[in-house]
């Protein structure tokens, strides 16, 4: 481990709130992105389930 | 082939869809290494310690807090003149990494500060106006969400844009403007004498390259998702519609 000396608390405590955000940045977009994208495809089925049944009467 | 093709929202997801994971792992490998090499294999400095190490993150952070608003001034004008939903949709999407990235300076420049001034905060022309604009990232997120109908949403969040935009330029140049306060000036510079020394100059470089390529990264991916949101908007509605 480096030898941040007196000022390890505050190099330390930047680089876990810098992370901390980083990763709640990422998950958030990153999950929005994918719930997104499965209700668009369910969206899609069911539109595409709708027009087949027109189709048909 | 012209940029302006990108516009449309099939192409676009067309174009951008291996783009992302390769941005990506790029972005992941240089934060990563930019990092390392800065926190583990720099010295000290001579002045200020081992809080030299907080550069890596507060100078990427607030390089990029104001370019992306600058980016979100870009398109929202794009908007505004030529009415291309992607363009709208990319400013939107740009917003909450911007505004992650000016809390992330803000954060890191308080602790920063605090040992090398004595205080967390002091009402400096730079500090201010980076005070400023995130309260702008912060209004212009809220107004996104509060108002339903996209186009007017888009509408008044680029009119939000141009104003922020004082406050964006402000943050870069408030040293320059006003010689006063406790902020020094720009980190990297053409002129070696203002330049910060070589040893951490390189890390410096690779972790900026990082940042801005998980900006990219982040917000292709919140582009491509808000593209998917307003497809799934506009089936929801001709299913009510229908039903």
């Known amino acids: 481990m480096t030898d941040l000396g007196k000022y390890a608390v505050e190099v330390l405590s930047a680089y876990a709130v810098t992370l901390a955000l980083l990763v709640v940045l990422v998950l958030g977009i990153g999950l929005r992105s994918r719930r997104t994208r499965a209700a668009l495809a369910r969206a899609e089925a069911a539109a595409k389930a709708a027009a087949d049944r027109h189709d048909h009467a | 082939m012209s940029l302006w093709e990108y516009a449309n929202p099939t192409r676009f997801m067309a174009a951008t869809r291996h783009l992302v994971p390769v941005t990506s792992a790029l972005a992941g490998i240089c934060i990563v290494a930019g990092l390392i090499w800065g926190f583990f294999f720099t010295p000290d400095d001579f002045r200020m310690g081992s809080t030299v190490k907080i550069i890596y993150l507060h100078v990427p952070s607030a390089l990029l807090a104001i370019n992306a608003w600058l980016m979100m001034l870009v398109t929202s004008l794009v908007w505004l003149i030529r009415r291309h939903h992607v363009s709208a949709l990319a400013a939107k999407a740009a917003a909450p990494v911007g505004l992650t990235m000016t809390l992330i300076a803000l954060i890191t420049g308080a602790i920063w500060g605090q040992p ?44 939000l844009c141009l104003v922020g935009s004082v406050f964006a330029l402000l943050s870069r140049y408030a040293v320059l403007f006003w010689n006063q306060g406790l902020h020094q000036g720009a980190s990297l510079s053409l002129d070696k004498e203002e330049n910060v020394a070589d040893v951490f100059y390189q890390p410096l470089l690779l972790s900026m390259a990082g940042f801005i390529l998980l900006f990219i990264a982040l917000v292709l991916i919140g582009t491509r998702t808000e593209i998917r949101a307003r497809r799934l908007h506009v089936l929801n509605l001709r299913a009510r519609a229908g039903a």
């Open chain 2, 116 to 159: 090398m001034w004595g205080t967390w905060w002091v009402w400096d022309p730079r500090l201010t106006s980076f005070l400023v604009l995130f309260l702008f990232y912060l209004g212009y997120v809220a107004l996104w969400a509060t108002i339903e109908d996209p186009d007017t949403a888009a509408d008044l969040t680029s009119v």
